[in-house]
């Protein structure tokens, strides 16, 4: 046995330097000086990034924080084999994205590059290890992982754990900081509990021990895909009945506030929207379909999809409801999308309804033109085959200037301190805004001169 098990200074490696292993190793290395944490990538560029004082991805406070440790106990390296070789923790943050070929094409998880790594992991190792799974996996993975560490015959002895992470990006650092929980799944038997303790001590540097939960290895990696339907179906919930708000007359936001003080229900996540984003929602509530189409549970898996149906309707019927409103025609009007990150303080794009909203737009023939802090680079790579159709403008006046409509699409707050005044003389009469986020003060719009239309709530318009 290697000294996995002791208290003392560990080397910890992170495969997959992304969104997650990035901030996390980050975090861990910050509160755990005694402890080595090295993050590597197959992506060069990326992890120059992170090498750099301009790092790979925007969160807010990151910085800083990889800053208060980054060559002191924290590094980042392509040499995967190497980091696996000195490791006595091994961390898997690698993607896994729906898988878009084969078997279960569009709703199973992708899990070429999770096999990859256990295979790298098995070739390097010399010695025991405790391997944790970060990323967000179907149920059973880890038996799958067991299954390929224990292939050829060694004395090397290999702990799975699971270990998800529920950071919210935009919010990483905090999250990271202050979770509301840790959760470590692991074997019932003295080594997996042995492990899971090494894990749970890790994390009880910082957060208090009654936040961290251990559980059975199955309950861990399910409790990530609940979590995540659970926050989603809570916005399809809300945004269906914005629906039923904008026929009616009532307000979403009054609806919202109103539910969310009971406190069996609470407040968060119940803002209309033109809908959820981000590369998690989608794929686990897509992953967690195929598990129950696969277990034989048919009704388990309508429930779960009619989630990711309603999030569809609510992007389309945003982008219908502008074409209606402005005349039934955009051919050749420009439109300006004030943010295209899938949500504030990210530069994330992946799955935003913003590139539903552009793409749907520009097969109207609009002059669409993006503006947003953080997300243009990402928003050219995700529109890239529409080049030369969009336009893309850090500066939103610049970004309204001739334009028919303004649609909000990403809660930044800097779009509610802009002059709505000057933005409405630069741009074409009629002038409309289309509030995808609720974010704007649509009283004050209407007001200037502004045809307002909100999620949920009456339009307020001078036609
Ligand atoms: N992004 C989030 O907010 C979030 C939150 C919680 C959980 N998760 C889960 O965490 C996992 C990682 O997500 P992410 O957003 O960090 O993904 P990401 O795409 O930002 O990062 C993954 C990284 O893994 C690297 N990689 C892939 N195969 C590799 C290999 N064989 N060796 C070394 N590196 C390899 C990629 O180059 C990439 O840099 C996913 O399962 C995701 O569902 C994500």
Same mark, same amino acid.
């Given at each position: 046995m290697?000294?996995?098990?002791?208290?003392?200074?560990?080397? =910890?490696?992170? !495969?997959?330097?992304?969104?997650?292993?990035?901030?996390?190793?980050?975090?861990?290395?910050?509160?755990?000086?005694?402890?080595?944490? =090295?993050?590597v990538d197959?992506?060069?560029?990326?992890?120059?990034?992170?090498l750099?004082?301009?790092?790979p991805?925007?969160?807010?406070?990151?910085?800083?924080?990889?800053? +208060?440790?980054?060559n002191?106990?924290?590094?980042?390296?392509?040499?995967?084999?190497?980091?696996?070789r000195?490791?006595?923790?091994?961390?898997?943050?690698?993607?896994?994205?729906?898988?878009?070929?084969?078997?279960?094409?569009?709703?199973a998880?992708?899990?070429? &590059?999770?096999?990859?790594?256990?295979?790298?992991?098995?070739?390097?190792?010399?010695?025991?290890?405790?391997?944790?799974?970060?990323?967000t996996?179907?149920?059973?993975?880890?038996?799958?992982?067991?299954?390929?560490? &224990?292939?050829?015959?060694?004395?090397?002895? %290999?702990?799975?754990?699971?270990?998800?992470?529920?950071?919210?990006?935009?919010?990483?650092v905090?999250?990271?900081?202050?979770?509301d929980?840790?959760?470590?799944?692991?074997?019932?038997?003295?080594?997996?509990?042995?492990?899971?303790?090494t894990l749970?001590?890790?994390y009880?540097?910082w957060?208090?021990?009654?936040?961290?939960?251990?559980?059975?290895?199955?309950s861990?990696?399910?409790?990530?895909?609940?979590?995540?339907?659970?926050?989603?179906?809570?916005?399809?919930?809300?945004?269906?009945?914005?629906a039923?708000?904008?026929a009616?007359?009532?307000?979403?936001?009054?609806?919202?506030?109103?539910?969310g003080?009971d406190?069996?229900?609470?407040?968060k996540?119940?803002?209309?929207?033109?809908g959820?984003?981000?590369?998690?929602f989608?794929?686990? !509530?897509?992953n967690l379909?195929?598990?129950?189409e696969? &277990?034989?549970?048919?009704?388990?898996?309508e429930?779960?999809?009619?989630?990711?149906?309603?999030?569809? &309707?609510?992007?389309?019927?945003?982008?219908?409801?502008?074409?209606?409103?402005?005349?039934?025609?955009?051919?050749?009007?420009?439109i300006?999308?004030?943010?295209f990150?899938?949500?504030?303080?990210?530069?994330? +794009?992946?799955?935003?309804?913003?590139?539903?909203?552009?793409r749907?737009?520009?097969?109207?023939?609009?002059?669409?033109v993006?503006?947003?802090?953080?997300?243009?680079?990402?928003?050219?790579?995700?529109?890239a085959?529409?080049?030369?159709?969009?336009? %893309?403008?850090?500066?939103?006046?610049?970004?309204?200037?001739?334009?028919?409509?303004?649609?909000?699409?990403t809660?930044?707050?800097?779009?509610?301190?802009l002059?709505?005044?000057?933005?409405?003389?630069?741009?074409?009469?009629?002038?409309?805004v289309?509030?995808?986020?609720?974010?704007?003060?649509?009283?004050?719009?209407?007001? =200037?001169?502004?045809?307002?239309?909100? !999620?949920?709530? +009456?339009?307020?318009?001078h036609?």
């Amino acid at each position: 046995m290697t000294n996995k098990t002791s208290t003392a200074g560990k080397t =910890i490696l992170c !495969i997959g330097a992304g969104y997650v292993g990035g901030p996390t190793m980050a975090m861990i290395a910050a509160k755990c000086p005694e402890h080595r944490v =090295i993050v590597v990538d197959i992506d060069e560029k990326r992890i120059k990034a992170w090498l750099s004082d301009e790092l790979p991805i925007y969160e807010p406070g990151l910085l800083e924080l990889v800053r +208060t440790c980054r060559n002191r106990n924290l590094f980042f390296s392509t040499d995967i084999a190497a980091g696996i070789r000195d490791a006595d923790i091994i961390f898997v943050s690698v993607n896994t994205p729906t898988k878009t070929f084969g078997i279960g094409a569009g709703r199973a998880a992708d899990l070429q &590059y999770w096999e990859k790594t256990a295979r790298q992991i098995l070739d390097h190792a010399g010695s025991d290890k405790i391997v944790v799974e970060k990323s967000t996996l179907p149920v059973r993975t880890a038996e799958a992982m067991e299954r390929i560490l &224990y292939s050829r015959k060694g004395t090397v002895r %290999f702990d799975v754990l699971s270990n998800p992470e529920f950071l919210a990006e935009g919010t990483a650092v905090r999250d990271l900081e202050k979770p509301d929980r840790i959760l470590v799944g692991g074997r019932e038997t003295e080594d997996g509990r042995a492990a899971a303790k090494t894990l749970a001590d890790i994390y009880a540097h910082w957060v208090p021990r009654e936040k961290i939960l251990t559980t059975n290895v199955w309950s861990s990696e399910l409790s990530k895909l609940a979590a995540n339907a659970f926050l989603a179906q809570r916005i399809s919930s809300i945004n269906s009945l914005s629906a039923l708000c904008e026929a009616t007359e009532a307000d979403v936001s009054e609806i919202s506030r109103a539910v969310g003080m009971d406190s069996r229900i609470g407040p968060k996540f119940l803002n209309a929207s033109v809908g959820f984003g981000g590369s998690c929602f989608k794929k686990d !509530i897509l992953n967690l379909v195929y598990l129950c189409e696969h &277990y034989g549970l048919k009704e388990v898996a309508e429930y779960w999809q009619a989630v990711l149906k309603i999030n569809d &309707y609510q992007g389309q019927r945003f982008v219908t409801n502008m074409v209606a409103q402005l005349f039934n025609t955009v051919a050749g009007k420009r439109i300006a999308l004030f943010g295209f990150a899938f949500k504030a303080d990210t530069g994330d +794009t992946r799955e935003s309804p913003a590139i539903h909203v552009a793409r749907k737009l520009i097969a109207e023939r609009a002059e669409v033109v993006i503006s947003d802090p953080k997300a243009l680079e990402n928003a050219k790579r995700d529109l890239a085959d529409l080049s030369g159709q969009v336009v %893309f403008e850090p500066d939103p006046y610049a970004a309204a200037a001739g334009a028919h409509a303004i649609a909000v699409l990403t809660e930044w707050p800097q779009f509610r301190e802009l002059d709505y005044g000057r933005i409405y003389r630069g741009m074409v009469q009629p002038a409309f805004v289309f509030d995808g986020r609720n974010l704007l003060d649509a009283r004050a719009l209407h007001k =200037i001169g502004f045809n307002v239309h909100p !999620i949920g709530r +009456t339009p307020l318009s001078h036609l």
